[in-house]
């Protein structure tokens, strides 16, 4: 957490996702819902939904707004997402 105070809070858009957010998904192939948390690569953790930016899923994930459909190539194949929901960090603090 002492890393979140050294962050620039105004970078960081509020009417779309980037780091810090929490991101709900379908995945229109399966119609599975998932939630996301797009974080730094040092606090992924896959099987919590933390997802890093800088991974395939969170990439394709930036700066999306609910009602997004989402392409993303990952080595387990393509994926098909939908936003769904979506809370900043900013509304998360």
Wanted: proline content about 3%.
């Amino acid at each position: 957490m002492g890393d979140l105070g050294m962050l620039n809070l105004t970078n960081i858009p509020t009417d779309r996702s980037g780091f810090g957010s929490k991101i709900v998904v379908i995945d229109t192939q399966k119609d599975v819902r998932i939630e996301y948390k797009l974080v730094s690569s040092e606090e992924a953790d896959a099987e919590k939904g933390f997802i890093s930016t800088t991974s395939p899923i969170g990439r394709a994930l930036l700066n999306r707004k609910v009602g997004d459909e989402v392409q993303v190539t990952t080595p387990a194949g393509s994926k098909e997402f939908e936003v769904v929901e979506l809370l900043t960090i900013h509304q998360l603090e």
